[in-house]
């Protein structure tokens, strides 16, 4: 199993509170991604990171914002929760050498509830 | 734009009958990936198989196999003699091949199997 840990695993909070879900990853890859996964509509891609201190946005990206000081962490954050960022949050990581489609390996998910 | 199309929301069938999961794309690139992805009762997305567009042949892996065709844009997938323990969600996904190679998925498709 890829070295991906997330925390908190479950958290409920209060809409307008600010909320970091941590992403920690042990293989040394290169590229990080937070994903949330909804009904109906999958998994979709918020924020990506291809290097320490480089970023950018996904599909769903408003609302969020992520930041990679050290290779191993990629944390996110949403500023202030809304009742819409109710979802499961998963963090996935993958090495890929150009020209190629390296496999996405995800960690367990943290379940965020906003009330 | 990418996308994926998982038609089928839910699927049910009887322990031992044979199961397929369809899963169509749209993709303007020529070159791109092709995923799926389990994801158990428990939660976690478990990587199933990758295939990229120049590889057309079925890929057969015990019970599970995988028929890809470029002329249809489809990549189905078929549980030959279904277990219980085949019960999840299954998530069909498309990658670029250049850059961070971002998964575009599916709305994923809950598979039942009865006893």
């Known amino acids: 199993d890829a070295g991906i840990t997330q925390s908190p695993r479950h958290k409920v909070t209060e809409t307008g509170t600010p909320v970091t879900l941590r992403c920690h990853q042990t293989?040394?890859?290169?590229?990080m991604y937070w994903y949330r996964q909804d009904p109906g509509h999958g998994l979709r891609l918020i924020h990506y990171?291809?290097?320490?201190?480089?970023?950018d946005k996904g599909e769903v990206s408003d609302g969020y914002s992520v930041s990679r000081s050290k290779t191993e962490d990629f944390l996110l954050t949403l500023e202030s929760a809304t009742s819409s960022q109710t979802s499961v949050y998963f963090c996935?990581?993958?090495?890929?050498?150009?020209?190629?489609?390296?496999?996405?390996?995800f960690g367990p998910g943290t379940r965020l509830t906003v009330l | 734009a990418q996308k994926v199309t998982q038609a089928q929301t839910e699927i049910s069938v009887v322990e031992k009958e044979d199961v397929t999961l369809d899963c169509v794309y749209e993709?303007?690139?020529?070159?791109?990936?092709l995923f799926w992805y389990k994801q158990p009762p428990s939660g976690e997305l478990v990587f199933l198989i990758r295939?990229?567009?120049?590889?057309?042949q079925n890929e057969i892996s015990g019970r599970y196999s995988w028929n890809f065709q470029k002329s249809t844009s489809s990549f189905n997938f078929t549980i030959t003699a279904s277990q219980v323990v085949d019960s999840a969600v299954y998530f069909c996904?498309?990658?670029?091949?250049?850059?961070?190679?971002?998964?575009?998925f599916g709305q994923g498709t809950r598979l039942t199997i009865n006893p």
């Open positions: 293989e040394n890859h290169r590229y």
């Open positions: 996904a498309l990658s670029e091949p250049q850059g961070a190679q971002k998964l575009v």
């Open positions: 990171s291809y290097g320490v201190k480089d970023t």
């Open positions: 993709t303007r690139d020529t070159t791109y990936y």
């Open positions: 295939r990229n567009s120049f590889d057309e």
């Open positions: 996935a990581i993958s090495e890929s050498a150009a020209g190629t489609a390296d496999t996405q390996y």
